[in-house]
C-alpha cells in the first residue's frame, strides 16, 4: 500500500504495475506518479535487465482536489533530461542523510516531480475535480468501451438525462460521450497492438468495434497509419 507520494522511472528494461488491480507498463524513458493510499503490485521484465529509481514525497498530504487531478493524469509521462539531472544529484547524496541535510534530497525530490507534472501539461493551479455525475460516466466509459456503451447507458450510469450529459462532457472534457467512448476503444486497440500478437479482425472485435474496417479507420484518423503499419511501428520490424 503506497503511503507516499512517489515518481517511478525507467532507465532500462520495463515495469508492469497493478494500481487496485488494474495492470499498466512502465517502459524505458517514462515515468508514472503514485499517489498515498492505492494499493500496488510491481513485476519486472522476465528476458532482460530492468534497471529504475523513484523518489518521494514521505506521507504526503493531498487534499481531494488535488489527488482527484493527480489521479486524472495519463498513467505515465516522459523521463526528461531535466529530471535525470535531478535524479543524477539526488543519488549523489549519502545515503546515511541527518535530519538536517535530508531537505535537500527533499527539495530535489519535489523539484524532479514539478518537472514532471510541467512535461505532462499540468497547469499551475489544482484541476477541479469532475461533477460526480460526469465522473461515473467517465469511469463506466473506463470500464465497459468493449461493451454497450450508448449515450443512454451512459446517463442511467451517471443519473442524469442524455442531453445534460452531453453538455458536461462538452464543458469539461471538451469532447461527447460517444466521441470519448470511441477515443477510449481506440486506445485500447493500440495497446492490444503494441503488446499482443493478436490479429486486427480479433482486437477490433475486442476492444468494441463492430467492424475491423471501422477500426483501421479510427486506427488511421488518431495515428497516421494502417493497424498493422502502427504495430510494425511500434515492434521495430
Not at 503506497?2 to 524505458?28: F, T, W
Not at 500496488?40 to 489527488?67: I, M, N, P, Y
Amino acid at each position: 500500500m503506497q503511503k507516499n507520494l512517489q515518481l517511478v522511472y525507467i532507465y532500462e528494461g520495463e515495469a508492469r504495475i497493478k494500481l487496485d488491480g488494474k495492470e499498466q507498463r512502465l517502459r524505458k524513458g517514462e515515468a508514472t506518479l503514485l499517489v498515498p493510499g492505492r494499493e500496488e503490485d510491481f513485476s519486472f521484465s522476465k528476458t532482460g535487465r530492468t534497471r529504475h529509481g523513484w523518489c518521494e514525497v514521505r506521507e504526503a498530504q493531498l487534499d481531494k482536489t488535488v489527488r482527484g487531478a493527480y489521479e486524472r493524469l495519463p498513467f505515465s509521462g516522459s523521463f526528461t533530461p531535466d529530471m535525470k539531472a535531478l535524479a543524477k544529484m539526488a543519488m549523489s547524496l549519502r545515503p546515511d542523510l541527518r535530519a538536517s541535510e535530508r531537505c535537500f534530497y527533499d527539495a530535489l525530490a519535489q523539484a524532479m516531480m514539478a518537472a514532471y507534472l510541467s512535461a505532462a501539461g499540468f497547469g499551475d493551479e489544482p484541476v477541479p475535480p469532475l461533477p460526480e455525475p460526469l465522473r461515473r460516466a467517465v469511469e463506466k466509459i473506463e470500464t465497459n468501451f468493449s461493451g454497450a456503451c450508448s449515450v443512454e447507458i451512459l446517463a442511467k450510469t451517471a443519473g442524469v438525462t442524455g442531453a445534460h450529459l452531453i453538455r458536461l462532457f462538452r464543458q469539461h472534457l471538451g469532447t461527447t460521450p460517444m466521441r470519448g467512448v470511441w477515443k477510449r476503444r481506440v486506445e485500447a486497440g493500440a495497446q492490444m497492438l503494441r503488446e499482443t500478437g493478436l490479429g486486427v479482425s480479433e482486437v477490433a472485435y475486442q476492444c468494441g468495434f463492430q467492424t475491423p474496417f471501422h477500426f483501421s479507420r479510427m486506427v488511421r484518423k488518431h495515428f497516421g497509419r494502417s493497424p498493422r503499419a502502427y504495430r510494425r511501428k511500434m515492434w521495430g520490424v
